[in-house]
């Protein structure tokens, strides 16, 4: 034949797919390579003293408090995260707002936790039913703080893992506490107490109370196929502008209810352990 009449070669449905299938794997390997490194970079901590359930906290006062509780050594104290590890459990501060929640979630990747609960504080939005030091076990988050879109489509929802999210709700009544639940809106803004059009905008999707890292810490971890839940303390009431939070407000806040927080994560995560049970209760599809 002719080299001139020979047909050009047709990718078929099964080439495409070998094709995207292997470059899947070749970004699955580069991530594992930055991961590995990164994860001890930023917290200061060997991989192997990384226990298989994680909690993640916004300050540092909580690590501590662990690391003193049980006795171990706190990493990381020079890095961008703090971090110790106790019974199987490693406590993670990892900072403020959604991008250090989508990067947390990313380097955990690196140890494939069992379980990972993020112990944060947040602010009640339901005036009068509300208050300063309720918990709050969300069973959803609204995704307003633009990171989680890097990870999954908009319309995709920001759920907790509900195994985790009900031996949370577990560990709360051992302490014979009550709890709220509803959904969280998580925003990129830190300072917008003052505008009154995005209270009104609060209002109107009826939230119980507003963060920064809850919605991204969910959507990052199902990304990631990693059970994840969320115990939130109210720590300011900012729809009232009596409410928002100062710096002495947030002292008294974490004197009175901080360690009680502490407590009831570390006990959820323990009931897990002491039981055996996976939190993994949907089947994650790559």
């Known amino acids: 034949m002719d080299e001139s009449t020979k047909q050009p070669h047709r990718l078929t449905q099964h080439d495409l797919d070998e094709v995207a299938r292997h470059n899947h794997e070749l970004e699955k390997a580069a991530k594992a390579t930055i991961v590995h490194d990164w994860l001890p970079r930023y917290t200061g901590m060997p991989l192997d003293a990384f226990g298989e359930y994680i909690l993640l906290v916004n300050f540092g006062g909580y690590v501590k408090s662990f690391a003193d509780k049980y006795g171990v050594k706190v990493y990381g104290t020079d890095k961008p995260m703090q971090a110790a590890t106790a019974d199987g459990i490693s406590i993670i501060n990892f900072g403020i707002g959604s991008p250090n929640a989508g990067l947390v979630v990313d380097l955990l990747e690196a140890i494939h936790p069992k379980a990972v609960l993020f112990l944060g504080k947040c602010g009640g939005l339901k005036t009068g039913k509300n208050h300063i030091g309720d918990l ?19 319309e995709v929802p920001a759920l907790p893992a509900f195994a985790l999210q009900k031996a949370v709700s577990t560990s709360i009544r051992e302490y014979e506490l009550d709890y709220w639940t509803g959904v969280v809106y998580t925003t990129n803004k830190r300072v917008w107490e003052h505008r009154e059009d995005f209270k009104q905008r609060l209002r109107n999707l009826r939230c119980i109370a507003i963060d920064m890292e809850t919605a991204t810490i969910f959507v990052a971890a199902f990304k990631n196929q990693m059970p994840a839940g969320a115990l939130l303390l109210v720590s300011d009431m900012p729809m009232t502008h009596d409410g928002v939070k100062t710096e002495a407000s947030d002292r008294a806040v974490t004197a009175t209810f901080a360690d009680r927080h502490l407590k009831i994560g570390v006990d959820s995560l323990k009931q897990l352990i002491n039981k055996g049970q996976t939190v993994k209760h949907l089947r994650f599809e790559v």
């Open 136 to 154: 709050i076990l969300p069973i959803a988050a609204i995704r307003g703080e633009g990171t989680s879109d890097d990870y999954l489509p908009p």
